[in-house]
């Protein structure tokens, strides 16, 4: 199981840090990414980070803004997000794969969180 945590309401320009711990197993052997949707579209990809932390990935439009990462000893994923953007309003959720080939396809991950509710808005 994942327990998201770090959503909320910011202005434009403001930065959230969200957290995914896991519980019950390790993240340590999975491909873990985040992922956001909002009403209407489908889940896109954000975000995705190699078993090992030495690889990172990123949707073109969060580049330079948002940082993934992870501290297996803590089992905890990471996504700053730094100069939040109106557009960046979405619900937001971990996802692990068990494979150590990355890939941004939602469907092909495993394991979901519940999701949280970040807001950008003046």
């Known amino acids: 199981q994942f327990v998201e945590s770090g959503g909320g309401l910011v202005q434009p320009g403001e930065s959230l840090r969200l957290s995914c711990a896991a519980s019950?197993?390790?993240?340590?052997?999975?491909?873990m990414g985040w992922f956001r949707q909002v009403p209407g579209k489908e889940r896109e990809f954000v975000a995705a980070?190699?078993?090992?932390?030495?690889?990172?990935y990123y949707t073109d439009s969060v580049k330079g803004r948002f940082t993934i990462s992870r501290d297996n000893a803590k089992n905890t994923l990471y996504l700053q997000m730094n100069s939040l953007k109106p557009e960046d309003t979405a619900v937001y959720y971990c996802?692990?794969?068990?494979?150590?080939?990355?890939?941004?396809?939602?469907?092909?991950?495993?394991?979901w969180g519940q999701g949280t509710q970040v807001t950008v808005s003046s």
């Open positions: 980070i190699s078993w090992t932390g030495s690889s990172t």
């Open positions: 019950g197993f390790s993240l340590a052997a999975y491909t």
């Open positions: 996802a692990a794969r068990d494979t150590i080939v990355v890939v941004r396809t939602p469907s092909l991950y495993d394991y």
